[in-house]
């Protein structure tokens, strides 16, 4: 098995991906003579070539050579498109939100029939994957989350038309346990702290390094203040979303930096900043319950 992370409309680095892993396309349907692949969702925004990056993914997927769980950018677009019960859209059509989604639109060009069957497929995709031997999904494997979200979801984990609703409702179990699996776990700031994110925004809130045993403060457990964790407490975190078990996950989302690594030995996150000149990066899984850096396949942006 082939895990892939994000890839954001990069069509070229994902082409020669394929080819570092032995992939072969064959009429129209990149194959492996002894693998499949698991997306970690993130197929669209940001990059050049969504359109191709979408051929690839969903022909795949549809030969069975492939599968996919969705991801936030996905749900993203699920929301974008689908109108609430007051004309409305589930996903406010902000301008933050509007300029995140701007070059899938641009390039499917919004309210075509390409831009609506996309967003049909999205639709059709998983919120996780719980396989023999290993675990995918797009940002957080939180048990309690999942546990919440099961009532709002079909038997094959796909959003129903109304958990799709309630998972877009503030403030409902649905939207917590979603942001939760989707887009991971923050807990607020102390007073007086926060950070500007990748995109320029004001955070208050900080994501957590889930997948490390010791993250069990706001200092050891805090993603993305660039160096300043020491600005923080060492006090014990307010919740505990900590991944304990031995079953291997793997999972994207988090614009990692520098060179790809892994980031536990019980869970991978493949999301090595492709759209940022990053890597696209792989992992090959054969069965194994403690992940190896020997098994992580990157290229360049």
């Known amino acids: 098995m082939f895990i892939v992370g994000d890839i954001h409309g990069h069509a070229d680095p994902l082409h020669r991906l394929m080819g570092k892993l032995g992939y072969v396309e064959l009429e129209g349907v990149f194959r492996h003579p002894e693998r499949k692949m698991i997306f970690v969702g993130d197929f669209i925004d940001r990059g050049p070539e969504q359109r191709e990056v979408l051929r690839i993914g969903r022909s795949m997927c549809d030969a069975e050579s492939a599968s996919s769980v969705l ?6 677009a699920i929301g974008w498109a689908a109108q609430n019960e007051d004309g409305g859209f589930l996903r406010s059509h902000s301008a933050k939100n509007g300029h995140q989604h701007a070059e899938f639109l641009r390039q499917l060009e ?5 831009h609506k069957d996309a967003v049909r497929w999205f639709r059709g995709l998983p919120i996780w994957l719980d396989l023999p031997g ?8 939180h048990e309690p989350s999942r546990a919440a979200l099961m009532p709002f979801l079909d038997e094959h984990g796909r959003f129903t038309e109304v958990g799709l609703r309630e998972s877009y409702r503030h403030g409902s ?24 994110d990748k995109d320029g925004h004001k955070r208050e809130e900080v994501r957590l390094r889930w997948w490390e045993e010791d993250a069990t403060t706001f200092r050891k457990a805090a993603l993305g203040l660039e160096g300043r964790e020491n600005e923080l407490p060492d006090s014990k975190l307010p919740k505990d979303y900590r991944y304990l ?5 793997f999972f994207g989302h988090y614009w990692l930096k520098d060179q790809p690594g892994i980031t536990a030995s019980n869970a991978a996150c493949l999301d090595f900043s492709v759209a940022k000149e990053g890597y696209l990066t792989a992992y090959r899984w054969s069965g194994e319950n403690e992940l190896s850096i020997d098994n992580l396949v990157s290229v360049r942006a």
């Open 71 to 76: 991801g936030n950018h996905e749900f993203n």
């Open 110 to 114: 919004a309210d075509s029939s390409d």
């Open 134 to 141: 290993l675990r995918v999904v797009h940002a957080c494997w």
């Open 173 to 196: 179990n649905a939207h917590t346990a979603a942001d939760i699996l989707l887009k991971g776990p923050e807990q607020r700031l102390p007073e007086g702290i926060h950070f500007f």
């Open 245 to 249: 078990e031995g079953k291997p996950v």
